[in-house]
């Protein structure tokens, strides 16, 4: 049980730097639709699920399309030089 624990640790560790920068443009189009609206609790909770759901996606993408390979080119460009 111990590997699957740090599996979702750091699963959950990686995404949170893509998740805290995309999730805020989610979070304000979500409530400026929900305040002007005046969107019933039930109807709101309902969009607010399926937006959590969305911006996990959305940050999963980000770091495995962008995040990642962008850290992996830089860490190949400026950490291996004149180390030997």
Known sequence: MTGFSVRIARFFGDLS???YITHYPLI????AWVVDNRIPPARGAIWGLA???A???IAYASLKL???PVRRWLASRFLT???R
């Open 51 to 53: 937006l959590v759901r």
């Open 28 to 31: 304000y189009v979500y409530t």
């Open 66 to 68: 962008y995040d990642e």
């Open 81 to 83: 030089r004149g180390v």
């Open 17 to 19: 730097f893509p998740l």
């Open 55 to 57: 911006a996990v996606a």
